[in-house]
């Protein structure tokens, strides 16, 4: 069976910084491909940042470049979201996302990949 489990998440003041974490089990994640989305009550899913299986690229939405660094430990099996420099706007729920990426990146659409995390939420206030 596979799962994803994130952790990391919570309530952080404006400038604050998290660090999410997405530990997989039933699979190992060398061979997917693997990302981030969030979804905030009222607005639509969002694509955040995701690395491709096939070549390692990196993809980021423009409204976190400069702010937020994904990245993977391979020997833990677990992927990672740095987010620095947090906003009021980067409220809302987080999941972790993996695929094997048959058909190369879904990006942005990561919404669509086989295996999710129930998600983490995270809450940029004052």
């Known amino acids: 069976q596979v799962q994803l489990q994130e952790s990391g998440g919570g309530s952080v003041q404006p400038g604050g910084s998290l660090r999410l974490s997405c530990a997989a089990s039933?699979?190992?994640?060398?061979?997917?491909?693997i990302g981030w989305f969030r979804q905030a009550p009222g607005k639509e899913r969002e694509a955040v940042a995701s690395i491709r299986r096939d070549d390692g690229r990196i993809y980021y939405a423009n409204s976190v470049k400069g702010r937020f660094s994904i990245s993977r430990d391979n020997a833990k099996n677990t992927f990672y979201l740095q987010m620095d420099s947090l906003k009021p706007e980067d409220t809302a729920l987080y999941h972790c996302v993996a695929d094997r990426e048959p058909l190369g990146s879904a990006w942005p659409h990561l919404w669509q990949y086989d295996y999710w995390g129930q998600g983490t939420q995270v809450t940029v206030s004052s």
């Open positions: 039933g699979i190992k994640l060398d061979e997917y491909g």
